[in-house]
C-alpha cells in the first residue's frame, strides 16, 4: 500500500522554496486520498546550534504554516519527530549498517561541514541515516520533496538494500522520490545560480511565508533579471537563470505548466511580467501568512494538535520498529 511520509527541519522560517518545493505539495498528495504523515523534524534541526526557545517557537510555526496551507490534521497525520520516539530508534540501527564512505560523499554534508568538518557535530555527519529512520519506520513509499533531497533519499534505498541483505529478509521498501512539478529548485531572488535559503544573510534573496504583501511585492520587483523580454519558447529560458526562476514560481504558484506561463507571456518585459508575479503571489501567500499569525495565537491549540499527531503515527512505528528488532535479534520481553 502506498505511504507518503516528509519532514521539514524548524530551523528558521518557512521559504517560499520551502511550499513551492515541498509543502503545496504535500497538500496534493493528501487530497489525493493515499496516507499521508508529515513531519517537523527537530531532531535534525539540533544537528546544528539551536536556541531552545527559537526551537520551540520555530516548531510550532512550522506547524503553523503546514496548517495554514492546507494540511488538515483529520488527514494527514502531522506531528514533530522528538514526539514519536521511534525515529530515533530506528535511526540508531541503520547508524550500524550505513557506512561512513556513504555519508562522506553527501554533497549536503560536504557544504555544510565545508573545511571543518572536525568540528562538524557526528549528527550532522550521521544526518541521512536518521532521514532514512523517519521514513521507513513508516515503511514510506513515496516521499516528496525538492531537488536538493534526491542524494538523501537514494541513500535511503541503499540504507534499505543492505538492511535486507545484511538480514536476509525483505523488510524495507525501496521508497521513491518524488520530485516534481515546476519548482523543484526554487532559486535564491539575488542569484540565480543558487538556492533559496532561510540560511542565506540577505533577507532580500528569498520570500518568507511570514511576509506581508509589501515586502512580497518590494522582493519581487527588486528580484534580479537580465534585460531581456520573456522568450517565446521555454528552450529560450536556457542560460537565463534568473529568468527561468521567476518563471518558475509563477508557473508553480498558479499551478500551470511552465510552457503554458510562457505562452501567455511571450515578448513581455519584466516591467509588466513582475507586477503580475507580485499579483498571483501576494493572492496566494498573503492567506497563508495571516492565517500563520492567527494559529500561532493559540501554541496550546498547536501542541495538542501535535500530540495527536504523534499518538497516530506511534500506531504505525511502533510495530515496524518491533519487528526490526526481531529481526536484529534484540531480545524483547
Ligand atoms: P529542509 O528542511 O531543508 O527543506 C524542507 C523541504 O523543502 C524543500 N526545499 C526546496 N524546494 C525547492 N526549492 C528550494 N529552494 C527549497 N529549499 C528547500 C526541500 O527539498 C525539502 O523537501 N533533510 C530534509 C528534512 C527531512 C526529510 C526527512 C525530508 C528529514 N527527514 C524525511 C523527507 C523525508 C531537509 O533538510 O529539508
Redesign the pocket.
Known amino acids: 500500500t502506498p505511504r507518503v511520509?516528509?519532514?521539514?527541519?524548524p530551523?528558521g522560517g518557512l521559504?517560499l522554496?520551502?511550499y513551492?518545493?515541498?509543502i503545496k505539495r504535500f497538500v496534493d498528495m493528501q487530497d489525493s486520498g493515499i496516507q499521508t504523515l508529515y513531519?517537523m523534524?527537530d531532531l535534525?534541526a539540533i544537528t546544528v546550534w539551536q536556541d531552545p526557545a527559537a526551537l520551540t517557537r520555530n516548531t510550532r510555526e512550522l506547524a503553523a504554516g503546514y496548517l495554514a496551507a492546507g494540511i488538515d490534521p483529520a488527514r494527514s497525520i502531522l506531528f514533530n519527530q522528538s514526539q514519536v520516539p521511534e525515529h530515533a530508534q530506528l535511526g540508531w540501527i541503520f547508524n550500524c549498517v550505513a557506512r561512513m564512505g556513504w555519508m562522506g560523499r553527501m554533497t549536503q554534508w560536504k557544504d555544510k561541514a565545508g573545511k571543518n568538518a572536525e568540528n562538524a557535530s557526528l549528527g550532522l555527519f550521521g544526518?541521512p541515516a536518521?532521514?532514512a529512520a523517519?521514513?521507513l519506520v513508516y515503511h514510506a513509499t513515496h516521499?516528496?520533496?525538492?531537488?536538493?533531497?534526491k542524494q538523501?533519499i537514494e541513500l535511503t534505498r541503499d540504507i534499505a538494500a543492505k538492511f535486507n541483505h545484511d538480514y536476509g529478509v525483505d523488510f524495507f521498501p525501496m521508497t521513491e522520490p518524488v520530485i516534481e512539478g515546476a519548482?523543484?529548485?526554487?532559486?535564491s531572488l539575488r542569484d540565480g545560480s543558487r538556492?533559496?535559503?532561510k540560511s542565506d544573510p540577505s533577507d532580500m534573496s528569498r520570500i518568507n511565508m511570514t511576509d506581508d504583501a509589501d515586502a512580497i511585492a518590494k522582493k519581487i520587483r527588486k528580484a534580479k533579471t537580465d534585460p531581456e523580454p520573456l522568450p517565446e519558447t521555454v528552450e529560450g529560458l536556457k542560460d537565463r537563470p534568473e529568468a527561468r526562476n521567476l518563471v518558475n514560481i509563477y508557473a508553480a504558484l498558479s499551478d500551470q505548466s511552465v510552457e503554458a506561463v510562457i505562452a501567455a507571456h511571450a515578448g513581455a518585459q519584466f516591467g509588466t511580467f513582475k507586477p503580475a508575479l507580485v499579483d498571483l503571489a501576494v493572492d496566494k501567500l498573503a492567506p497563508i501568512s495571516s492565517e500563520m499569525a492567527r494559529l500561532m495565537d493559540d501554541p496550546a491549540e498547536i501542541d495538542r494538535l501535535l500530540g495527536k499527531g504523534a499518538a497516530q503515527a506511534r500506531e504505525i512505528a511502533t510495530p515496524i520498529l518491533q519487528k526490526t528488532y526481531d529481526i536484529v535479534g534484540m531480545v524483547r520481553s
Request: with cysteine.
Open positions: 511520509f516528509s519532514g521539514i527541519q530551523s521559504t522554496g520551502n513551492l518545493g515541498a513531519c523534524v535534525h544526518y536518521l532521514m523517519d521514513i516521499v516528496p520533496v525538492g531537488e536538493d533531497q538523501h519548482a523543484t529548485r526554487v532559486m538556492k533559496m535559503s
